[in-house]
């Protein structure tokens, strides 16, 4: 960390008793005091998000740009570290994690910037809470959480509801998707609620929407009804983000770390799968009621065809009889009565014959016209049936597609319970081993103490004897029974050993060893 002293102090925005400067690359923490500032610590933010190679210097630019720059970069930073301490408990948090409090307070910073306020008493409302409110139109998962909060009953104000909201919305790993819902509408909706130059009318609202994606990866578990949301905004100790990085961890930690996020990984990888199986069952449900809509259209049309044709079949008649043309029986008989009469006078007149001729070409013509009407309604007819059968053929299809799917899903919430099942067994399996270790190295000091004890003892004994005057015959008895001791002593210390690692056999040995002791003669 290098402690340096900048000026500029148009560049800064106040948060707390700290201000954040923005130096070309640099990101600078500076601490206020009476009489001056004082400089905490800098920080290197990307070059991209705070100045451009064609920028002018910070001193020209404009203070609303310099502001939603150091929001950015604030939240880049507080993001980061929420991350980072997210991967040391699991990737899972809870309202006590100092990071997320942090990154609430700054989320609410940048959703604040630029929101006009209310003008006049009849006003309308510019309150984020009424901005949330909307989002339960576009996105049938946000109405949940909106009526969650409206049911809480222990918020009372605007302010404490949207806080509700973007931790329910957080919890539901969905806060990037209505952040991106929101900048969408940017021109129909954020206008009326945001001045120009606001945060979430800029171009760095798309960073902060990406910023967001990257929380999807963390569990959090908070406890809404028990916060206080409606009191003001906290503080925010930038000392967190001004440490050293670079600690070392141990080999242990590291591998319990990398199998926990091997796990936490495939957890992603079902809760994703699971997402995209049922968007696909959601999509596959749609086409269905598309294709029954358009058989029962198609349906409606077949039968209005066939009417059509009854109806057409009998004007044809109709407009036959009206005409005084001969229907085909009776075009059969004239027939009959022509040929008859040609039989018998085969001197006609030639003229009559004429107009015979050409009247029967022209009842042909009309009746190979109406023939050909009436199969080009049979062909339609029989394309709507097949078109029909198609269809049910497709919905059939479409239906066992959707019990595969089911059942595909059915198995994996089957493999997410027994996973989710193994990780526990895993807990348990580990918090007994723990305990376990913990009571035999209790009980090993204990031993030690004891056996330091007892040495003690014998020694004590021993210089006693020593300085006593005693028989001949006394003397041979402490020998014989100090020597044969000496060799006890080492069998019970290795009845101590085996006894260390097996966990049994120990008290009742140095028991014996103690009464020895104490009565050696």
Same mark, same amino acid.
């Given at each position: 960390m290098v402690l340096v002293e900048m000026a500029g102090a148009e560049d800064t925005i106040y948060l707390c008793n700290f201000r954040v400067s923005v130096d070309g690359d640099w990101l600078c923490l500076k601490e206020l005091a009476e009489g001056g500032t004082t400089s905490v610590g800098v920080a290197k933010v990307d070059s991209s998000a705070s100045s451009s190679p064609g920028s002018p210097p910070p001193s020209e630019r404009d203070p609303v740009c310099i502001e939603r720059s150091n929001l950015v970069n604030i939240c880049k930073l507080v993001v980061k570290e929420l991350i980072e301490s997210s991967l040391k408990f699991g990737r899972q948090l809870?309202?006590?994690?100092?990071?997320? $409090?942090?990154?609430? @307070?700054?989320?609410?910073?940048? =959703? #604040?910037?630029?929101?006009?306020?209310?003008?006049?008493?009849?006003?309308?409302?510019?309150?984020?809470?009424?901005?949330?409110?909307?989002?339960?139109?576009?996105?049938?998962?946000?109405?949940?959480?909106?009526?969650?909060?409206?049911?809480?009953?222990?918020?009372?104000?605007?302010?404490?509801?949207?806080?509700a909201w973007l931790r329910l919305a957080l919890m539901q790993k969905k806060l990037a998707d209505y952040f991106r819902l929101l900048i969408e509408r940017r021109d129909e909706l954020l206008t009326e609620f945001y001045e120009t130059g606001a945060l979430m009318l800029a171009d760095e609202a798309i960073v902060i929407m990406g910023l967001l994606v990257g929380l999807n990866v963390i569990d959090c578990n908070l406890c809404v009804?028990?916060?206080?949301?409606?009191? $003001?905004?906290?503080? @925010?100790?930038?000392?967190?983000? =001004? #440490?050293?990085?670079?600690?070392?961890?141990?080999?242990?930690?590291?591998?319990?770390?990398t199998d926990m996020t091997t796990v936490l990984d495939q957890k992603n990888y079902i809760e994703e799968l699971n997402r995209h199986l049922n968007a696909t069952v959601t999509n596959l449900q749609a086409k269905v009621e598309t294709l029954i809509t358009t058989n029962a259209l198609m349906k409606e049309d077949l039968a209005i065809a066939k009417n059509t044709i009854i109806h057409m079949q009998g004007d044809n008649d109709r407009l036959r009889n009206e005409r005084g043309l001969p229907t085909q029986q009776q075009q059969e008989q004239m027939d009959k009565e022509a040929k008859k009469a040609s039989r018998v006078s085969v001197i006609g007149c030639e003229e009559e014959m004429q107009d015979l001729k050409l009247q029967l070409e022209e009842e042909s013509a009309h009746r190979k016209q109406v023939e050909k009407e009436l199969e080009l309604q049979i062909q339609m007819k029989a394309e709507s049936e097949m078109a029909a059968k198609l269809l049910e053929k497709d919905i059939h299809e479409k239906q066992d597609t959707i019990i595969s799917l089911r059942q595909q899903l059915d198995e994996i919430k089957v493999i997410n319970l027994e996973m989710y099942r193994k990780l526990q067994e895993c807990e348990s399996s580990l918090k007994q081993k723990t305990e376990l270790i913990g009571r035999l190295e209790a009980k090993a000091g204990e031993m030690a103490e004891t056996i330091r004890n007892l040495e003690s003892q014998y020694v004590f004994q021993d210089s006693q004897s020593s300085h006593e005057p005693s028989p001949a015959g006394q003397r041979s008895r402490s020998k014989s029974y100090y020597?044969?001791?000496?060799?006890?002593?080492?069998?019970?210390?290795?009845?101590?050993?085996?006894?260390?690692?097996?966990?049994?056999?120990?008290?009742?040995?140095?028991?014996?060893?103690?009464?020895?002791?104490?009565?050696?003669?």
């Open positions: 809870d309202s006590d994690s100092v990071p997320l $409090q942090h990154f609430f @307070i700054v989320l609410e910073h940048v =959703l #604040r910037h630029g929101l006009k306020p209310k003008r006049g008493l009849l006003g309308p409302k510019k309150e984020l809470w009424d901005l949330f409110q909307f989002v339960e139109k576009w996105s049938y998962e946000a109405q949940d959480i909106t009526a969650s909060v409206r049911d809480l009953p222990t918020v009372k104000t605007h302010i404490g509801r949207a806080r009804k028990e916060e206080d949301l409606d009191s $003001q905004m906290g503080v @925010i100790d930038f000392s967190l983000y =001004l #440490r050293n990085t670079g600690a070392d961890t141990s080999p242990e930690d590291s591998q319990e770390q020597e044969p001791l000496s060799q006890r002593e080492a069998e019970e210390a290795a009845e101590g050993e085996e006894g260390k690692k097996g966990g049994i056999g120990k008290s009742a040995s140095m028991c014996e060893l103690q009464n020895r002791m104490a009565h050696p003669l």
